[in-house]
């Protein structure tokens, strides 16, 4: 297939060498991804961070299941962020969380299988629509799998972020008393699992971009003020790599409507 190129390329998301361990850290805050021993992996990584997805998939699964997060991660955001053709984007998540699915039986310990797996569902879910996948037991799903993840790595930020954004989906698409009943999602829950994300990873556009959707899902009006603030925040972010970019843009179109 032919891959989109990123839109925004720039030398300062390439991290040659040392560079990519030197900034691991703070590139990972938000997913807690251990930087990884094979070269080959590392290559996968870098090309992700830098934007070249179709080379951060092809390099990640030719080294095996050590290479998956790297190209699963690949996958799943040029999916959600730059695939215009709603089929091949269903085909690429749904391809993300069967190779999750196998992670978890083969490495149930790596959080990343978890959290990579509800990434997938829930981006499928918003494209096919979140009542029909809720209705497809989806929902079920995504929120075992957050879960997981928290269980295995309490600091994974963006798995918080996702679980708050679960709560707020299913509130806002079938209300705040069935979504409570059927599938356990609670308002304030969904809000202390957003701070809590902020707490962890304070330098993240997509945090402060989850957060105030969610505000508005859960609030509506009366949290709009700070949702406004919240994206504002976000795109004022000097990005360190193609992700955090991709989000800047989406909280100054954002900003912009």
Request: aromatic share 8%; with cysteine.
């Amino acid at each position: 297939m032919a891959w989109k190129k990123f839109p925004y390329p720039d030398q300062a998301y390439a991290y040659p060498g040392v560079a990519l361990q030197k900034s691991w850290a703070r590139l990972h805050r938000g997913d807690c991804e251990p930087f990884p021993d094979d070269p080959k992996v590392q290559d996968a990584w870098r090309s992700y961070h830098a934007g070249d997805f179709g080379k951060a998939v092809e390099t990640g699964l030719g080294c095996g299941i050590t290479g998956y997060n790297a190209a699963n991660k690949a996958a799943a955001i040029y999916a959600n962020y730059l695939e215009t053709n709603d089929e091949r984007k269903c085909s690429l998540l749904l391809e993300v969380a069967r190779r999750c699915e196998e992670q978890q039986e083969k490495t149930p310990h790596d959080a990343n299988a978890w959290y990579l797996h509800a990434y997938a569902l829930g981006r499928h879910s918003q494209s096919i629509s979140v009542v029909k996948a809720l209705a497809q037991g989806l929902g079920g799903k995504i929120k075992h799998s957050l879960t997981q993840a928290l269980e295995i790595e309490p600091r994974h930020a963006d798995a918080h972020v996702a679980l708050g954004a679960y709560h707020a989906e299913v509130i806002d698409k079938v209300g705040s008393l069935v979504g409570g009943l059927t599938y356990g999602a609670k308002k304030s829950t969904g809000n202390e699992l957003l701070e809590a994300a902020l707490k962890l990873n304070p330098d993240s556009a997509i945090t402060r971009i989850e957060y105030a959707n969610a505000l508005v899902m859960m609030f509506g009006k009366a949290k709009m003020k700070e949702a406004e603030r919240l994206y504002r925040e976000a795109a004022a972010f000097a990005a360190r790599d193609a992700m955090e970019r991709l989000d800047v843009a989406v909280a100054k179109a954002e900003l912009a409507d």
